[in-house]
């Protein structure tokens, strides 16, 4: 049965099938009428709302971003409660929370299959600053939650907040290449008389010293 839509609608509506298809599919094999059959809208219809495939997959990839983004939100908020609430446990759990997914198995999938689709964006709109508001906005909501609990005294003191969200992002998405399970997690977070601190375990001196599971 054909459903009936809004223009604005029918635009959302492909821009979240191209979504699942980019997560099923590589990008270089996308073809138009393969959207148009899942989507259920045919081809001129596509290119009414489009002018090129090209600015459907940006779209579609910049939700896929924002996706990514989200699974860290239900942690980050708990942090968030913990500040609000003077609730150190429900900060510590969320904290603790946040870097156990940030080197889940679940997340590494996620990053390998995003990964290849921002090579992709950058390619194809590097004048594009979407992107970039994206990462600073994901950036500044986790270093601000952070730095609310240096300002707590619930993390050390002498934390380096930004620093430490860029370079644990940074291993986060460097994963996609280079990271293996077996390495465990590359940062953490370890208490001492109830202060948290902060680490990088990629500090170790050789890849020996790394931790391995």
Known sequence: MKVERSAAETKAHLVQVMAEMLRDIDVADVRVNDLSKRAEVSV???YYHFRSLDDLIILA???LLERFTRLFDPHIEEMNRGVRDEDVER???GLEGYLALSWSRELNEEVHRLAPQVIVYRRLRPELLEMRRLQSG???KISSTLSSGVQK???APD???NSFVVHHLSM????ALFYHPAFGALSCVEWRDGVGHLMLTTDADSLEALPVQ
């Open 61 to 63: 990839i910049g939700q």
């Open 172 to 175: 986060v998405f460097a994963q």
């Open 138 to 140: 994901f950036i500044e």
């Open 153 to 155: 005294g619930w993390l």
């Open 91 to 93: 900060f510590r759990a």
């Open 159 to 161: 934390t380096h907040v």
């Open 44 to 46: 001129p219809t596509i």
